[in-house]
């Protein structure tokens, strides 16, 4: 990565044009009207890419030095993918209030905020206040990015299965960051029977040892629906089983699903039910990895999801800008579809400028454009 100038700064004219005096005439007309930051800024095109080291890809808690070159490799992507100016920012503390506060003093200087691997519970609270706080996009890529990657999979998985969302079982395993995003979504898409499990069976109100993150998600899923126990007990007869938890689901386990069932096991590198035992009970099947067919990545997400929020200008990432994006690509496969193509690649040019468009169509429709 490296930082570098959009305009010559290579004779004396020009420096003085580029900075002192001319740069002061851009100063007082911003601090007459700060919205003209947008015209004569990098802000608006310039996210902050925000972590606390505490849940880096499946390294776990490495702190905020080791953390710095997968916010690096992050920024690449946002700069590949959606021309969108992504700058690392890894903090030296873990504790809500003090991430919180930064951030808030650090947004003057960029026109979204991107959270990345910070641990559950802390990053539903940060997220939250953060998106209360500030008036441009807060997005925390662990939860809303996979949910929307998986998301446009599972539309056209369920399309080419014959399957509608609202008559359709759902087994997520994950009760972290990127397990309740993906129940969220996937409930605002329709479907309406959906069991979370965790380490200790299903996330259901009948436990009494829930966070209150996993309370309401319990609230929402299994309760509406009378699911309860175990994994075993819940994938007998599911129509998907969606990993993001790690750990392997035994094949007799796999066994008792539904015909014609949908695997998406997204845990790296290792999937919570490999691919050539995936295959022996499911139709469709997909993983987080790039070495198999429909990988579920995130980068097929963020990258447009940002490009067309700075498009339309707008103060947040609504619940149907994400639809929307998961719908844009989803869209992409078109009548290509089949087993091993439920999602389109991340080099498929169409996909930033495809998820772009229709997220900044419904910004607007959503009242949160600006322009």
């Not at 539309?155 to 993906?182: D, H």
């Not at 075993?232 to 599911?238: L, M, N, Q, S, T």
């Amino acid at each position: 990565m490296a930082t570098v100038p959009t305009a010559d700064v290579s004779t004396k004219d020009q420096l003085s044009l580029a900075y002192t005096p001319g740069v002061a005439e851009v100063c007082e007309a911003i601090a007459a009207d700060p919205s003209l930051t947008r015209h004569y800024t990098w802000v608006p095109n310039t996210v902050a890419i925000v972590t606390d080291g505490t849940a880096v890809l499946g390294l776990g808690d490495i702190g905020p030095a080791a953390a710095m070159p997968v916010m690096e490799g992050k920024a690449v992507l946002f700069k590949q993918f959606g021309g969108v100016d992504g700058v690392p920012i890894c903090l030296a503390t873990t504790d809500v209030e003090e991430i919180i506060e930064t951030v808030v003093r650090l947004a003057p200087s960029f026109g979204g905020i991107n959270l990345e691997d910070i641990s559950a519970p802390r990053c539903f609270e940060i997220e939250d206040r953060l998106k209360e706080a500030l008036d441009i996009p807060v997005f925390h890529d662990d939860q809303h990015g996979t949910a929307v990657v998986t998301l446009a999979a599972l539309v056209n998985a369920l399309r080419l299965t014959g399957r509608a969302p609202e008559s359709t079982r759902v087994v997520i395993s994950g009760a972290g960051a990127a397990g309740v995003a993906i129940a969220r979504i996937l409930l605002a898409a329709g479907v309406e029977d959906i069991a979370v499990t965790d380490r200790k069976g299903v996330v259901s109100s009948e436990r009494h040892d829930l966070t209150p993150s996993k309370k309401a998600l319990a609230e929402l899923t299994a309760d509406r629906c009378g699911r309860r126990g175990t994994l075993a007990d819940v994938f007998e007869g599911a129509d998907v089983y969606i990993g993001v938890s790690g750990g392997t689901v035994p094949e007799d386990v796999v066994a008792t699903m539904a015909d014609d069932a949908i695997i998406f096991a997204m845990a790296n590198p290792n999937p919570e039910v490999h691919p050539d035992v995936a295959h022996r009970h499911a139709r469709v099947v997909a993983t987080g990895r790039s070495d198999f067919p429909n990988q579920i990545n995130n980068v097929l997400a963020f990258p447009g999801i940002f490009r067309g929020a700075f498009d339309a200008h707008a103060s947040a990432i609504t619940e149907g800008m994400k639809v929307a994006a998961a719908d844009a690509l989803a869209a992409l496969v078109g009548d290509d579809l089949s087993e091993d193509y439920v999602i389109p690649s991340p080099f498929d040019p169409r996909v930033g400028p495809a998820v772009a468009a229709a997220v900044a169509e419904a910004a607007r429709r959503d009242g949160v454009a600006r322009s």
